[in-house]
């Protein structure tokens, strides 16, 4: 029986993806209250990862929308939030340029898979790269958020000077691009698209 592409492991996904610009908008309005909603959006939209695969496993309703859709949700949802840190001026560009050009270079070939009717699946080192940047994104809103409290409620010390926290950004990012990195040599050396998340 063929599954549904209308499925509740489909809607989670494309739920993370709709999640994005909402927490973005949140994330921009530089506040600290904001910046705690908008890391309760960005948390919802990750765990959504986390079970919309098992979702559709257990329903038995794995479609080749769902397995495309959902590494593409965690691209969007993790690029959409460096770019912004990037426009705010909290990490380096080029550190969140190779993450994109890494992603958008999978994410053709995952689209050439699927012409040549390759089945895609997620290597474990993709799942740990997303993993490690969801991470270190929730880190940098996480620590963003904190200063900004700080210096709302008086603190003058040197935990809210944004160059201090620009270089534990950019460490955070750096420790992500590694991982990225490394998942796209892995890739590249397999050269099988249906590895690549």
Known sequence: MRAKVLNPANLLTTLRILLV???LWLFAQGTWIMAILALGVFVI????DLYD???????????RLGKFMDPLADKILVIGAL????????????????IIVRDFWVTLMRIRGI?????LKTSGNAKLKTTVQLTVVITIIVLTGVRIIAR??????????????????????????????????????????????
């Open 21 to 23: 610009p909402l927490y």
């Open 152 to 197: 709302d409620f008086g603190y003058t010390g040197p935990w809210i000077n944004p160059s201090g926290y620009r270089i534990i950004f950019d460490i955070l990012v750096s420790v992500a691009v590694i991982f990225t990195v490394y998942s796209w040599l892995k890739y590249m050396i397999s050269m099988k698209p249906a590895k690549a998340q």
């Open 83 to 98: 770019v912004q840190f990037w426009i705010m001026g909290l990490v380096n560009a080029w550190l969140v340029g190779i």
């Open 45 to 48: 939209a990750a765990i959504t």
């Open 115 to 119: 012409k040549n009717g390759t089945e």
């Open 53 to 63: 695969g098992k979702l559709a496993r257990r329903r038995k309703e794995i479609t």
